[in-house]
Every structure is written in C-alpha cells, then in structure tokens.
C-alpha cells in the first residue's frame, strides 16, 4: 500500500524564519493521525500547506499520490479540510451555503441535497436547513463546518481543532465518527489541544516543536518511551522549556 500522504524535507519561513524545519511523513490510508504541539509549534501552517493553502514552501508534499504544487486542484478533491474558525458566508443558509460548496468540488446536486439533510439531522440542526447562518450560535456553525468538510466523501480528512464550540453530545458524536471514517479506510489528521481526545481517537501521535517533530507514535509507543504518562504529561516533558508550574505562578505574580 502507499502513503496517502507524504512531506519530505518540509520547510517554512516567514520573513525569513524557518517555522517548519525539515518535517519528514508518510501517512498510511485508514491512519488517524493526532498532530500536537505547543502555540507557534507550526501545526497550521502544516495543514496550510497540506490544503494546497499556502506554496511558498520547500521540499515536497504528495497528497493521495498528488504533488500538492503541480497538481493542485486534483490532490485538493481529495481532502477534505473542517477549520476552527472560517468565514462561513453568513448571510446564507447552511442549503445555500452546502449547495454552493457542493457546486466548487464538482458534485451532483441531488447526491448534496441528500446527504447535507442527513448530516445536519444527525447533528439536530434539521430545522435551521434554511435559516440565516447570521442568527446560529458557534456550535451550530461549527456543524456546517464539519458537514461541508465532509460532504464530498473526501479519502483525506484534515481536522484543525474541529469540536471547538461544540456541546458534549456533539464532541461523542465526532469521537465516534473518526473511528467509522478510518474504518472505512479515510485518513484523518486531527490536530487539537485537547490531549483526551488525541489520546483517545488516534492510533498514531505526531508531536511537534518549533516546527520539528520530536515524537512520533502509537500513544502506547510514546508511553512505553516516556515513563507511562498520560498525553498531557509527555507533551509538557517533550515541549516546555520552563516549569509549568513557574508559569502559573509567574502569571498570578502579575496581580499582586
Ligand atoms: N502569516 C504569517 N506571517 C508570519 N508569521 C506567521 C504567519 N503564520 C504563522 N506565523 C508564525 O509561524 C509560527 C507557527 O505558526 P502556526 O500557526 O503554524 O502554529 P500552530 O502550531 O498552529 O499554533 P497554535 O497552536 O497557536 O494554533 C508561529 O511562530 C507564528 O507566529
């Protein structure tokens, strides 16, 4: 079988700072990756560049077999990308809005219509199809986000802190639909700063640090490598240059 997606080398600068330093993948189809790492670690700016989003890279990145600079718009069809925060056109409703997504990947709009309804029932918003997204609260726009994310059935699913907003019941719902997505064979890459659900969703945990990656495993790998800790432990060993504890108490001196 062949990786699904592949970055060689990968470098980034702005202006002149290197943010990705020589990031090597190569992710296997069915894998749900976790991509972790501290603010600034470089983890958007990955996905950026995995979304065909941003160019003005070095190395190389194969997506579902696709060199995301040549061919562009063939390795886009098959990623599917769920932001934390998007411009969702809020002037229209989530069928306006869906519709008109359907529409840039290519599909057939009866095969949208259905399966929007089908999403947006499952995630109770049945009754706003047709509502002005303007009036939605966060959670309700995080679900039209998620379900144009997914609406083309892509084989890539790249998720960038996708349950932000979202209640208790839609935070199951999304645990347990990455596991039915990797059975069917989809590739996710999770990245999230909430070490639960990486732990819990991933088979394998990529963590990264000033845009390189220091530890890369199965969560029973890394735990066998740092001592049996939880996620949230060996990511403080592997990414905090300061006592944790320091810092609370650093932030508190700030008041008195
Ligand atoms: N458009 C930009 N121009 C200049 N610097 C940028 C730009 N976007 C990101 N950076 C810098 O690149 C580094 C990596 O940023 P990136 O957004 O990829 O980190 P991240 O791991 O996603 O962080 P977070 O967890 O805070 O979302 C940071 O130092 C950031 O300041």
Same mark, same amino acid.
């Given at each position: 079988?062949?990786?699904?997606?592949?970055?060689?080398?990968?470098?980034?600068?702005?202006?002149?700072?290197?943010?990705?330093?020589?990031?090597?993948?190569?992710?296997?189809?069915?894998?749900?990756?976790?991509?972790?790492?501290?603010?600034?670690?470089?983890?958007?700016?990955?996905?950026?560049?995995?979304?065909?989003?941003?160019?003005?890279?070095?190395?190389?990145?194969?997506?579902?077999?696709?060199?995301?600079?040549?061919?562009?718009?063939?390795?886009?069809?098959?990623?599917?990308?769920?932001?934390?925060?998007?411009?969702?056109?809020?002037?229209?409703?989530?069928?306006?809005?869906?519709?008109?997504?359907?529409?840039?990947?290519?599909?057939?709009?009866?095969?949208?219509?259905?399966?929007?309804?089908?999403?947006?029932?499952?995630?109770?918003?049945?009754?706003?199809?047709?509502?002005?997204?303007?009036?939605?609260?966060?959670?309700?726009?995080?679900?039209?986000?998620?379900?144009?994310?997914?609406?083309?059935?892509?084989?890539?699913?790249?998720?960038?802190?996708?349950?932000?907003?979202?209640?208790?019941? !839609?935070?199951? &719902? /999304?645990?347990?639909?990455? +596991?039915?997505?990797? @059975?069917? =064979?989809?590739?996710?890459?999770?990245? $999230?700063?909430?070490?639960?659900?990486?732990?819990?969703? !991933?088979?394998? &945990? /990529?963590?990264?640090?000033? +845009?390189?990656?220091? @530890?890369? =495993?199965?969560?029973?790998?890394?735990? $066998?490598?740092?001592?049996?800790?939880?996620?949230?432990?060996?990511?403080?060993?592997?990414?905090?240059?300061?006592?944790?504890?320091? @810092?609370?108490?650093?932030?508190?001196?700030?008041?008195?």
């Amino acid at each position: 079988m062949e990786p699904i997606i592949v970055l060689k080398n990968l470098w980034k600068s702005y202006s002149g700072t290197p943010v990705l330093k020589g990031i090597n993948l190569s992710v296997m189809p069915g894998q749900v990756i976790g991509y972790i790492g501290p603010n600034g670690a470089g983890k958007s700016t990955t996905v950026k560049i995995l979304c065909g989003l941003l160019s003005d890279f070095e190395g190389e990145v194969l997506v579902a077999g696709k060199d995301i600079r040549k061919e562009p718009l063939a390795a886009k069809q098959k990623v599917g990308f769920i932001p934390e925060l998007a411009e969702l056109y809020e002037t229209l409703t989530p069928h306006e809005f869906l519709h008109f997504m359907a529409a840039l990947y290519g599909m057939d709009a009866q095969v949208a219509e259905d399966r929007m309804a089908k999403m947006l029932g499952a995630f109770g918003l049945a009754g706003n199809l047709h509502q002005r997204m303007d009036t939605f609260s966060k959670g309700m726009r995080q679900k039209v986000l998620i379900t144009s994310g997914l609406l083309h059935n892509p084989d890539i699913i790249i998720m960038d802190e996708p349950l932000s907003g979202l209640d208790a019941n !839609s935070v199951i &719902i /999304i645990k347990e639909l990455i +596991g039915k997505l990797a @059975a069917e =064979g989809k590739t996710i890459f999770y990245c $999230s700063h909430m070490m639960d659900v990486v732990e819990k969703v !991933s088979d394998r &945990i /990529i963590l990264i640090n000033q +845009g390189e990656v220091v @530890a890369d =495993g199965s969560f029973e790998e890394l735990k $066998s490598q740092q001592g049996n800790q939880s996620l949230e432990r060996i990511f403080a060993q592997l990414t905090a240059s300061d006592s944790i504890n320091q @810092a609370a108490s650093d932030l508190l001196s700030a008041f008195q």
